[in-house]
């Protein structure tokens, strides 16, 4: 990119970057898009971007080169990327008046290319168990409903998980849930309720229909959500409010109808409901997640594959809507 919009993004060919001091230097074989990608490009999202701009956050590719005192991985190892490379463990960095948002393919460049370098600490290897296509969308995706359920949640086996949409988060949140043994409410438009409900999901309610919150409750017998992976965000959090059970869990993930949330006030305190504000996670958690994908078989939803030449067919697919996972692939 050598500003913003569309029309900006371009490919060019470079020389192939050499890993320096603590650096390795990556064959990218796959990069996941997130519907945060597009907004980069189109409007920059008021990120300090550095043109010309590499867009990009989740990877899957091979260590070809090591730079000196680089120790954590080998040659040929398979890694993934961290979607947030600061932020190895415990709380985010930052401080309540400007907290972190330092990412790939925002702050830092990103990793749309078939080579990168990049300091080793921002890499994790890759799940065995996964095609390279898989493991990229782990990052972001994979990671945000892990964080949320596994981590923030410690979703247990029993309780209800209410899921909204069928997107790359949404998918994974149910197979995670599962995971755990909970029972799992999709709700997302009629069209693909039914894929929903053959990757694992309990029951299906359409989101269109003027009822859909007294469908949910009618299906908990008035129990309500234990958890619920709320990715709308506006007014959608007062909706969420309504069906999550006593002492239950909301995990604020999207934002699709704005960045200014509300919701009432009562039945949030009279039913004790905690809020967690869910922006991916910690490399920590990106290694537990790949060890229980490796565990327990699960396998990423990817709705389409492109190579790099149709980027720009990709970025439409993300306007129409995708179930599951766009991937971008190489060579």
Not at 202 to 227: C, F, I
Not at 274 to 293: E, F, K, Q, S, Y
């Amino acid at each position: 990119m050598d500003g913003i919009g569309r029309e900006e993004l371009v490919l060019r060919e470079v020389h192939v970057p050499q890993p320096g001091r603590g650096e390795v230097l990556v064959r990218v074989a796959a990069v996941a898009l997130n519907y945060r990608d597009k907004m980069v490009v189109e409007n920059g999202r008021d990120l300090p971007l550095a043109f010309p701009f590499t867009p990009g956050s989740d990877l899957a590719g091979t260590v070809v080169a090591l730079g000196d005192n680089a120790t954590r991985f080998n040659d040929g190892d398979r890694v993934i990327s961290t979607f947030t490379p600061d932020w190895v463990d415990g709380l985010r960095p930052g401080d309540a008046r400007t907290p972190a948002y330092r990412t790939l393919g925002g702050f830092y460049p990103g990793v749309l290319a078939e080579y990168v370098v990049v300091p080793q600490d921002w890499l994790v290897l890759a799940p065995r168990t996964l095609s390279d296509a898989e493991a990229a969308t782990l990052p972001c995706a994979g990671l945000t409903a892990w964080f949320a359920l596994a981590e923030r949640g410690h979703v247990r086996a029993g309780e209800t998980v209410l899921v909204e949409g069928t997107g790359g988060v949404a998918l994974f949140g149910i197979q995670i849930a599962k995971l755990h043994g909970a029972r799992v409410i999709v709700s997302g438009s009629a069209d693909k309720l039914d894929r929903a409900l053959a990757l694992g999901a309990d029951h299906g309610v359409d989101r269109r229909q003027d009822d859909w919150v007294e469908a949910v409750l009618a299906v908990t017998g008035d129990h309500g959500a234990d958890h619920v992976m709320e990715l709308v965000g506006g007014s959608h959090l007062g909706q969420a409010i309504r069906i999550t059970a006593v002492g239950g869990h909301v995990y604020q993930i999207g934002a699709l109808d704005g960045f200014e949330v509300s919701a009432p006030v009562m039945p949030l305190m009279l039913k004790d409901i905690t809020i967690h504000g869910i922006a991916t996670g910690h490399r920590r958690a990106l290694t537990r997640l790949v060890d229980a994908v490796d565990r327990t078989g699960l396998t990423p939803t990817i709705d389409t594959r492109y190579p790099l030449t149709e980027l720009h067919a990709a970025l439409d697919h993300l306007d129409r809507g995708a179930f599951g996972k766009i991937v971008v692939e190489f060579g």
